[in-house]
């Protein structure tokens, strides 16, 4: 499989998932296909994260697009205020964060004096993100959510932590498939633990079934479209929020 192919699969299991989100009636099984739509995404960064010729272009698009989510997430739900609201819908912040963390890495094993002053300015930024509302009281009201578009924040995004170190391992581990397959499994084993000791119930841990397309992997890229997902993301999550709350 391309990565092309990954990414349109993803999408599609992502249209499924946020269809079982927005409209209450739908049944649970388009939520557990969805847990398979971020590791297929993530993964599909980290091979591009590797082969892109501009990685500081790369990251300002990720940046730039969990502005424009974060932007569009608040506009929403402060002009169209509903009960559930519009959700938190920002896979850049991870994204981006896992693209930094994998040039930081780079940079310390090349230059430890620069790779230093990198991860340094990432520790302070996450301190700025703690220290923004007390400097900008506009923001004192703000949700983490919407402050980490903004600022983003290693512990507060869509997918945590977690899913970053998963990204990490994504890109390290990329020519380790052994390795890699390893990891993945312990990984998908933590997300049922985890779960099932917070909510006595597991979901995310079913993400295991991307596994065996992630091994189909072929190596090459595909057709580009690229502006296609960065179009999709934002546009099928308005069309669904608008649908379940206003048809």
């Known amino acids: 499989m391309t990565i092309f192919t990954l990414k349109m699969t993803a999408a599609g299991l992502m249209f499924l998932d946020h269809i079982g989100l927005y409209f209450p009636g739908a049944p649970v099984w388009l939520r557990w296909l969805g847990r398979g739509a971020y590791p297929l995404f993530l993964f599909c960064m980290a091979q591009g994260y590797g082969h892109t010729r501009n990685r500081k272009r790369y990251l300002l698009r990720l940046y730039v697009m969990s502005l424009f989510m974060t932007a569009l997430g608040y506009g929403l739900d402060t002009c169209f205020p509903t009960e559930n609201g519009y959700g938190n819908h920002n896979i850049f ?3 981006f ?10 940079l310390y094993q090349r230059d430890r004096c620069r790779g230093t002053l990198l991860l340094g300015g990432i520790a302070a930024s996450q301190i700025f993100y703690l220290f923004l509302p ?3 009281p506009a923001f004192r009201d ?3 959510d919407v402050l980490t578009g ?6 507060v995004n869509e997918f945590g932590f977690a899913f970053i170190a998963l990204g990490l391992a994504f890109y390290f581990l990329r020519d380790r498939r052994e390795a890699l397959c390893a990891v993945y499994l312990i990984f998908c084993i933590y997300q049922f633990s985890e779960e099932m000791a917070q909510y006595g119930g597991a979901v995310q841990w079913m993400m295991v079934m991307a596994m065996p397309l992630i091994f189909r992997y072929n190596g090459e890229k595909g057709p580009g479209w690229k502006w296609f997902f960065y179009i999709f993301y934002p546009a099928h999550t308005c069309a669904l929020f608008f649908l379940s709350n206003f048809s």
């Open 93 to 95: 912040v991870p994204l």
């Open 142 to 144: 703000l949700s983490g």
């Open 134 to 136: 007390v400097l900008v």
């Open 97 to 106: 964060l896992t693209g930094l963390l994998i040039s930081a890495i780079e």
């Open 150 to 155: 903004i600022v983003p924040n290693l512990a």
